[in-house]
């Protein structure tokens, strides 16, 4: 049986806000993921069987392989209906940010979600929370915000009400959050939580096809291309990064999402311990986009947060540089040195 992730207070101050609310709001970060998508997806399932008609907002284009998810046609791209989005929030009551630790993660939304009059209400699982919530379920030990959404359901004792619209976008969230149960799983709890998703006849098998077996054929070659031409491997710091120009990316037609799982490949060499992926911006001149991932105990989120602009989980952080790509190959130089001792 789980354990409650919220006080009965907290649990008692959700449903409130949930009833109480004629306008709810539902919105992720920037870029956003499988968990980011699958947590929107999976909450509004559950306020629609609470009587409710949220509205899914992402600040920008989610990747391709991700648009298969069940009502995911229903999501707004604030980037395409700024306006829609920009009098909806001046009107909300209610307003849940999922998968965020922070309002800039939105990107342009940021202003908007600043100024509403709604009450915040933010479930998440990254570290250092500063959204200005009136309810917080911040759990960071949690392999994703998905995993936190199931034991939210599981402690209002609203699974036995849900289907596959709901179960299939949480398990895709804590699949895509931990590299298909690959890292940060390593807890009975989570293969509970599968055991009950799986009850309500979602097909993980081919919810795993969907994500990571459903790219172009110009994405495996750039894949390629990547591996053989870009990757610089450090056998001395059992550490490895490469770059994607904005030119690699016309050449093989890169879509978003093309790069998902990249960063992770370099992993697969005996003994290394970190990988970090440059991608340069094709639409922001000097901007590079950096994903890091690791083993064991080497922080990738300091790392990130030192160095990167970033941050994120101890084997998975993300952030962002200004300047050219060359540019960003020297401050992965200088991380690495800092960290030397670590690494060795």
């Known amino acids: 049986m789980l354990e409650n992730i919220m006080t009965e207070g907290e649990c008692n101050k959700l449903r409130s806000l949930i009833d109480e609310a004629e306008s709810i709001v539902l919105c992720c970060h920037q870029n956003a993921d499988g ?55 001046k009107v909300a009551d209610l307003v849940f940010c999922l998968d965020f630790n922070t309002l800039s993660r939105t990107a342009d939304m940021e202003q908007s979600l600043t100024t509403t009059p709604a009450q915040l209400v933010l479930i998440d699982h990254h570290l250092s929370p500063d959204v200005p919530a009136v309810l917080s379920v911040s759990h960071p030990e949690m392999s994703s915000t998905c995993e936190l959404l199931f034991r939210i359901v599981w402690q209002m004792g609203l699974f036995d009400t849900l289907g596959k619209h709901y179960a299939g976008p949480i398990y895709c969230g804590m699949m895509t959050d931990t590299g298909a149960f690959t890292y940060n799983s390593s807890t009975p709890d989570i293969y509970f939580i599968i055991s009950q998703l799986l009850t309500k006849r979602i097909n993980k098998d081919k919810i795993y096809r969907c994500v990571y077996h459903n ?122 040195k800092t960290y030397e001792n670590m690494l060795k």
């Open 35 to 89: 968990d980011a998508l699958g947590a929107l997806l999976g909450w509004a399932e559950v306020l629609r069987t609470m009587g409710k008609a949220p509205v899914m907002v992402v600040p920008d284009q989610y990747p391709d392989y991700l648009q298969w998810l069940p009502n995911s046609e229903k999501i707004v791209r604030y980037d395409k209906r700024k306006d829609f989005v920009d009098t909806l929030l």
């Open 215 to 336: 790219y172009s054929e110009h994405r495996l070659r750039m894949v390629g291309h990547v591996l053989c031409n870009r990757l610089v491997v450090d056998d001395r710091l059992h550490a490895a990064y490469y770059t994607l120009s904005r030119e690699d990316q016309k050449r093989f037609r890169f879509v978003k999402g093309d790069a998902e799982g990249l960063v992770n490949m370099p992993l697969q060499i005996k003994g290394l311990k970190l990988s970090i992926s440059l991608r340069e911006d094709t639409e922001r001149d000097g901007m590079v986009w950096v994903s890091l991932r690791s083993v064991d105990n080497i922080p990738c989120n300091k790392m990130a947060e030192q160095f990167f602009n970033g941050g994120g989980h101890l084997n998975a952080s993300g952030g962002r540089l200004q300047g050219t790509l060359n540019d960003a190959v020297e401050t992965v130089k200088k991380a690495l």
